[in-house]
């Protein structure tokens, strides 16, 4: 059962926690033309629930698709959790068939130096 | 409106009407999903590919339009699907629009990829969109002016090829 940590928008993504699993889910679109508020309070989400539990093993991202306006601050989120959970696991999913995603996926994991489990859905 | 498609004619004289007309007025995730809607029948890859485009167009001209006087024409077939975005914009916005695409005829395929991720990395620049449509239409946009009641309008057109 997934917890919604934060809600899905028209334009931002949703933030789950998947406590079965461990897992923490980004899931949705990410198009606003400001999207820092959004990934500022994203960070801190992850942050607060992080220093609650030491269950997190995995973060997923789910993008159906993101505005390049996105790419920077989904970097640096990704950045901040490697700081704050420095052994979790990156999960990057994709549509199957949808290259880009797949490539922008590649793109974080080399700009990061780590390695993703990329799974196509 | 009239008067934004009355500019979009004198930029495509031989165009047939466009397939799909999004205005600038309607909030961004609204016309997404009606683009969305109206491309359904292309492969996710394509579609996807093109509502990106079309993200970046309109976002663009929401920044830089002068008035509410922006669009995004759509045309589709079986081959490809060609995305135009038309707005007023200031000489100033032109030139580097112009100056971005310049710089990135200069690169390959490879150090696109690399300047693109830098960009993500270090700074969220004007114009880094441009260069993720370049990466993903693997196509450089025709840039044409026209100028009417002393103001400026750009006209930014892309094609997507569907193979």
């Known amino acids: ?105 590649e793109d974080f994991e080399d700009m990061l130096s780590a390695d993703f489990i990329f799974t196509r859905m | 409106m009239s008067g934004i498609l009355n500019i979009a004619a004198q930029f495509h004289p031989d165009f047939p009407p466009p397939e799909i007309i999004m205005d600038s007025t309607k909030p961004l995730p609204v016309l997404v999903d009606e683009l969305e809607k109206a491309l359904i029948n292309y492969p996710v ?41 038309i707005n007023s914009t200031s000489m100033h916005n032109s030139k580097a629009i112009e100056k971005e695409v310049k710089s990135a005829r200069a690169l390959t395929d490879s150090e696109l990829k690399s300047k693109i991720k830098s960009r993500w990395q270090h700074t969220n620049k004007p114009g880094t969109g441009l260069l993720q449509i370049i990466r993903k239409s693997n196509h450089f946009p025709a840039i044409n002016y026209k100028t009417k009641k002393n103001k400026l309008f750009i006209s930014i057109k892309i094609h997507i090829h569907v193979h």
């Open chain 1, 1 to 105: 059962m997934s917890i919604e940590l934060i809600k899905e928008t028209t334009d931002t993504p949703a933030l789950l926690f998947d406590k079965s699993n461990n897992k923490l889910i980004m899931r949705g679109k990410s198009i606003a033309e400001d999207p820092r508020a959004f990934y500022t309070r994203t960070s801190e989400t992850i942050r607060n629930l992080a220093s609650k539990t030491n269950n997190i093993d995995m973060v997923a991202f789910c993008f159906s698709y993101f505005n390049t306006l996105s790419a920077k601050y989904i970097f640096d989120l990704m950045k901040a959790i490697q700081t704050t959970i420095p052994n979790v696991t990156v999960e990057w999913q994709y549509e199957q068939d949808d290259e880009d995603m797949l490539e922008s996926g």
């Open chain 2, 45 to 85: 890859k394509y579609r996807k590919r093109a509502m990106f485009v079309f993200t970046e167009l309109m976002q663009n001209i929401q920044k830089h339009q002068t008035g509410n006087d922006g669009m995004v024409l759509i045309w589709k077939d079986k081959t490809e699907i060609i995305c135009t975005g």
